[in-house]
């Protein structure tokens, strides 16, 4: 199907209805157009003229579409009120008997239901309304809705199902920009939710493949910014994702903007732009949303263990059946490690490798790194590097350099510890180049201080204030720590530098210039 200019279409329908009024027909084809373009404030005026026009013609089937298609525009901006209004008003003008307007009506209805968070009530709506659809948007629309509704009952191999009939239509070029565009991000949606990257980053490959082929098209809107900047943030494109990242912010609405400020934070925090991080998660945080383990890994690197055990551990009691518990695991996992509590660690590990089935590739290698951390913890170098070499090929399979960075730094680790420089040299080098290329300062550091000696920043600091007599009181009060994090730290110290007095640790630094 030929693809219309669309500049050019709006250009010259805006023009011919600055001379006169367009007819309803014109209209739409305008409100089209103004949507493609992203003058998304003007397509609920066009759509509101047609409908009265059609209504003035005698066309009110025209009418009743025209009014389901201004609904559904309102109900993806969030306007929820005005579209139960609209709803409201083209259910009394279905004549009796049409069943494909009634199944446009049964999904509004469903979509209104959906959008309020009763997937339950809504999802029967749907089913109705696939049964009775006969043109491919309707189709289309309806197994979207269901597809959606299944995700959110928990349902997740049906939702794909229902998600993969739709695409049929959408991919083969017969359905309109709008119905498209959201019919994509529906899709990578559910496979995000679902830790399906590789199927999440195929459909995005091809969602920019068709807005490619769309002239002047604006891509992307609201929550499908966000998903594209999470995409992009997985392969590294860590500028990009920041960009889409703060689009979103500037187009969705309180309520819903809280998932936009989160993949800010987690992009800013991730190039060591803390100060940056920190305000998108209070703003993340003040429109609803929650901010683990995004904020912990923030607190963790500024040193704040205590207060950033105490949000994971909030957050997993919190919700038991939350689909952010492996990343929540993960996390805690490494800030166990961090604070030298490796049962723990153990355990959080363990619990995530139950999250980890065959068919997703990105939790397996999620388990497979924790796996392979705790080893290291507790002193198996030689068992962690089976774990963390799958982990890194999976990393590499799912085109996300930087987890498979931090996966080789672990080996170097593991490398360091077993007495095998030259492979913990290559390992390490190989992590600098991608944190170097990616702009990961943090890491970067953390790259070049394991040289030797393996010790993290916060460790460091500790064995810097324990070399000048400090007790672990006095270092608890300068780094604002409780002293059982600093007596952790103080543990992990002494594993590392396989020392086994602060006498021995001391010396260990001013031999190793450690102490400046």
């Given at each position: ?233 997985f392969r590294g494109a860590w500028a990009e994702a920041a960009d889409a990242a703060e689009d979103a912010c500037r187009r969705l609405s309180a309520g819903t903007v809280g998932s936009a400020w989160y993949r800010l934070a987690e992009v800013e925090r991730q190039r060591g732009n803390f100060d940056a991080a920190e305000h998108a998660y209070q703003l993340a945080a003040g429109d609803g949303m929650d901010v683990q383990p995004g904020l912990a890994r923030l607190r963790a690197a500024q040193g704040r263990f205590d ?210």
């Open positions: 199907m030929e693809q219309p200019d669309w500049p050019a279409e709006y250009a010259e329908l805006t023009a011919a209805d600055q001379r006169a009024p367009l007819p309803p027909a014109e209209l739409e084809r305008l409100a089209v157009a103004a949507f493609v373009l992203g003058h998304d404030d003007e397509v609920a005026a066009y759509r509101e003229r047609a409908v009265e026009a059609h209504l003035a013609h005698g066309d009110t089937d025209a009418a009743i579409r025209s009014g389901f298609w201004l609904g559904f525009h309102l109900q993806q901006r969030g306007d929820l009120s005005r579209a139960a209004g609209w709803q409201a008003r083209i259910t009394r003008l279905v004549p009796e008997g049409n069943v494909e307007l009634a199944g446009r009506l049964a999904m509004g209805e469903a979509a209104l239901k959906m959008n309020s968070g009763d997937a339950a009530a809504a999802l029967p709506l749907f089913e109705q309304s696939q049964r009775w659809a006969t043109e491919p948007d309707a189709m289309v629309l309806a197994a979207l809705g269901r597809g959606n509704c299944l995700s959110m009952l928990g349902r997740g191999a049906e939702a794909l199902l229902a998600l993969d009939e739709a695409m049929v239509h959408v991919t083969g070029g017969r359905i309109g920009p709008e119905v498209t565009g959201m019919a994509y991000c529906a899709v990578i949606a559910l496979c995000l939710n679902m830790y399906d990257i590789r199927r999440a980053q195929e459909w995005t490959r091809a969602l920019t493949g068709w807005c490619d082929s769309q002239p002047g098209l604006v891509p992307y809107r609201g929550a499908c910014l966000v998903h594209r900047a999470q995409i992009l943030q207060v950033a055990i105490a949000g994971l551990e909030r957050a997993l009691a919190e919700n038991p059946f939350s689909p952010n518990r492996p990343m929540l695991l993960a996390a805690r996992v490494e800030l166990a490690i961090e604070c030298a509590d490796r049962e723990t660690a153990r355990k959080a590990a363990a619990e995530l490798n139950e999250f980890a089935p065959a068919e997703s590739p990105y939790l397996q290698a999620l388990a497979a790194y924790s796996e392979g951390a705790v080893r290291i913890a507790c002193g198996d170098p030689q068992g962690a590097i089976p774990p963390l070499r799958r982990a890194w090929t999976l990393w590499q399979r799912l085109e996300m350099p930087y987890e498979g960075a931090r996966t080789r730094r672990l080996v170097a680790d593991a490398c360091r510890q077993l007495g095998d420089t030259d492979a913990e040299q290559m390992e390490l080098d190989g992590a600098r180049a991608v944190f170097e290329r990616l702009g990961a300062d943090g890491d970067l550091t953390m790259a070049d201080q394991s040289d030797g000696n393996g010790l993290s920043p916060r460790e460091l600091e500790v064995l810097r204030l324990l070399a000048t007599g400090a007790t672990n009181r006095m270092m608890a009060d300068r780094l604002f720590l409780s002293e059982r994090t600093v007596a952790r730290h103080v543990s992990n110290i002494f594993g590392k530098l396989d020392v086994s007095s602060r006498a021995a640790a001391t010396a260990y630094a001013y031999q190793h210039g450690l102490t400046g």
